[in-house]
């Protein structure tokens, strides 16, 4: 039996004064982070996460935000209505 060990690379990245941060070539190669690419920024207590952003519906994205342990602010009309796809 083999046992695969996920382990994640951590680097310190200095915050300029435009709240910039600069992703090291290869991380970005590793997960398709091309130019332009957008990224979603996760508030998380012990920090902020930055994850690849998917090409989700506005339902699948609120769903997704839920899941993940976000809040989602507005009213349960206007979420019904991102969930069920109805414009």
Avoid: C, N, Y
Avoid at 32 to 49: K, N
Avoid at 71 to 84: A, F, M, N, P, V
């Amino acid at each position: 039996m083999t046992w695969r060990v996920r382990v994640s690379e951590t680097l310190a990245m200095r915050v300029t004064g435009k709240g910039q941060i600069t992703i090291p070539p290869a991380m970005r190669r590793k997960h398709g982070l091309v130019p332009r690419a957008e990224v979603e920024l996760v508030d998380r207590p012990e920090g902020v996460l930055v994850i690849k952003a998917a090409k989700l519906s506005d339902g699948k994205r609120v769903f997704s935000a839920l899941l993940r342990g976000g809040k989602i602010r507005g009213r349960t009309s206007e979420w019904l209505r991102l969930t069920r796809g109805d414009e």
